[in-house]
Nanobody, 124 residues
Protein backbone atom coordinates (compact mmCIF):
# COMPACT_ATOMS: atom_id res chain seq x y z
CA UNK A 1 0.00 0.00 0.00
CA UNK A 2 1.02 3.55 -0.71
CA UNK A 3 -0.03 6.51 1.38
CA UNK A 4 -0.20 10.02 -0.01
CA UNK A 5 -0.29 13.20 2.02
CA UNK A 6 -0.94 16.53 0.37
CA UNK A 7 -0.13 19.88 1.91
CA UNK A 8 0.16 23.52 0.99
CA UNK A 9 -3.44 24.42 0.26
CA UNK A 10 -5.17 27.42 1.70
CA UNK A 11 -6.77 30.77 1.01
CA UNK A 12 -5.03 33.10 -1.42
CA UNK A 13 -6.01 36.31 -3.16
CA UNK A 14 -6.43 36.44 -6.92
CA UNK A 15 -3.05 36.80 -8.57
CA UNK A 16 -1.30 35.06 -5.70
CA UNK A 17 0.70 31.84 -5.59
CA UNK A 18 0.63 28.56 -3.73
CA UNK A 19 2.86 25.52 -3.76
CA UNK A 20 1.29 22.15 -3.13
CA UNK A 21 3.29 19.17 -1.95
CA UNK A 22 2.52 15.47 -2.12
CA UNK A 23 4.48 12.97 -0.07
CA UNK A 24 4.28 9.30 -0.99
CA UNK A 25 5.21 6.62 1.51
CA UNK A 26 4.68 2.93 2.17
CA UNK A 27 5.49 -0.12 0.07
CA UNK A 28 6.96 1.56 -2.97
CA UNK A 29 9.16 -0.22 -5.47
CA UNK A 30 8.73 2.23 -8.32
CA UNK A 31 6.64 5.30 -8.97
CA UNK A 32 5.71 5.53 -12.61
CA UNK A 33 3.68 8.70 -12.57
CA UNK A 34 2.78 11.46 -10.15
CA UNK A 35 0.00 13.87 -10.89
CA UNK A 36 -2.38 16.49 -9.62
CA UNK A 37 -6.11 16.60 -10.19
CA UNK A 38 -8.71 19.01 -8.94
CA UNK A 39 -12.41 18.98 -8.29
CA UNK A 40 -14.49 22.11 -7.94
CA UNK A 41 -17.97 22.03 -6.34
CA UNK A 42 -20.48 20.54 -8.72
CA UNK A 43 -17.86 19.60 -11.27
CA UNK A 44 -16.03 16.45 -12.24
CA UNK A 45 -12.50 15.79 -11.14
CA UNK A 46 -10.08 16.94 -13.81
CA UNK A 47 -6.40 16.53 -14.58
CA UNK A 48 -4.22 19.47 -13.67
CA UNK A 49 -0.74 18.14 -14.41
CA UNK A 50 1.25 14.93 -14.49
CA UNK A 51 4.93 14.02 -14.48
CA UNK A 52 6.73 10.85 -15.51
CA UNK A 53 10.41 10.22 -14.86
CA UNK A 54 12.38 8.37 -17.49
CA UNK A 55 15.92 7.76 -18.56
CA UNK A 56 16.12 11.05 -20.42
CA UNK A 57 14.55 13.10 -17.67
CA UNK A 58 11.03 14.10 -16.73
CA UNK A 59 8.09 14.35 -19.06
CA UNK A 60 5.23 16.59 -18.05
CA UNK A 61 1.75 17.24 -19.25
CA UNK A 62 -0.73 19.91 -18.32
CA UNK A 63 -4.34 20.76 -18.82
CA UNK A 64 -4.19 23.17 -21.72
CA UNK A 65 -5.65 26.12 -19.91
CA UNK A 66 -3.23 25.83 -17.00
CA UNK A 67 0.08 25.52 -18.79
CA UNK A 68 2.17 28.59 -18.11
CA UNK A 69 0.63 29.28 -14.72
CA UNK A 70 1.11 25.89 -13.07
CA UNK A 71 4.34 23.90 -12.88
CA UNK A 72 4.65 20.31 -11.70
CA UNK A 73 7.89 18.85 -10.42
CA UNK A 74 9.04 15.81 -8.46
CA UNK A 75 11.82 14.70 -6.21
CA UNK A 76 12.40 11.03 -6.97
CA UNK A 77 14.72 10.49 -4.02
CA UNK A 78 12.08 11.74 -1.59
CA UNK A 79 9.01 10.39 -3.45
CA UNK A 80 7.61 13.91 -3.51
CA UNK A 81 5.60 15.81 -6.08
CA UNK A 82 5.01 19.54 -6.14
CA UNK A 83 2.61 21.85 -7.91
CA UNK A 84 3.62 25.49 -8.14
CA UNK A 85 0.55 27.58 -8.90
CA UNK A 86 0.99 31.20 -9.95
CA UNK A 87 -1.40 33.94 -11.02
CA UNK A 88 -4.23 32.14 -9.31
CA UNK A 89 -7.78 32.91 -10.31
CA UNK A 90 -11.08 32.39 -8.48
CA UNK A 91 -11.90 29.61 -10.95
CA UNK A 92 -8.87 27.69 -9.66
CA UNK A 93 -10.76 27.17 -6.40
CA UNK A 94 -11.09 23.43 -5.85
CA UNK A 95 -9.91 20.49 -3.83
CA UNK A 96 -6.58 19.40 -5.27
CA UNK A 97 -5.73 15.72 -5.19
CA UNK A 98 -2.42 13.98 -5.65
CA UNK A 99 -2.43 10.77 -7.65
CA UNK A 100 0.43 8.30 -7.88
CA UNK A 101 0.81 5.22 -10.06
CA UNK A 102 3.20 2.87 -8.32
CA UNK A 103 4.15 -0.74 -7.86
CA UNK A 104 5.15 -2.41 -4.62
CA UNK A 105 7.61 -4.91 -6.09
CA UNK A 106 9.55 -5.66 -9.24
CA UNK A 107 6.84 -8.08 -10.39
CA UNK A 108 3.96 -6.11 -8.97
CA UNK A 109 1.31 -4.41 -11.00
CA UNK A 110 1.15 -0.64 -11.11
CA UNK A 111 -1.75 0.66 -9.06
CA UNK A 112 -3.22 4.14 -8.81
CA UNK A 113 -3.33 5.74 -5.38
CA UNK A 114 -5.08 8.96 -4.35
CA UNK A 115 -4.49 11.41 -1.56
CA UNK A 116 -7.22 12.90 0.59
CA UNK A 117 -7.02 16.27 -1.11
CA UNK A 118 -6.14 19.78 -0.05
CA UNK A 119 -8.46 22.76 -0.41
CA UNK A 120 -7.35 25.72 -2.49
CA UNK A 121 -9.54 28.80 -2.30
CA UNK A 122 -8.82 31.85 -4.42
CA UNK A 123 -10.81 34.81 -3.20
CA UNK A 124 -10.42 38.43 -2.25
Amino acid sequence: QVQLVESGGGLVQPGGSLRLSCAASGSIFKIYMMGWYRQAPGKQRELVAGIVSGGSGNSTLYAGSLKGRFTISRDNAQNMAYLQMNSLKPEDTAVYYCKVRASGSAAGLAVDYWGQGTQVTVSS
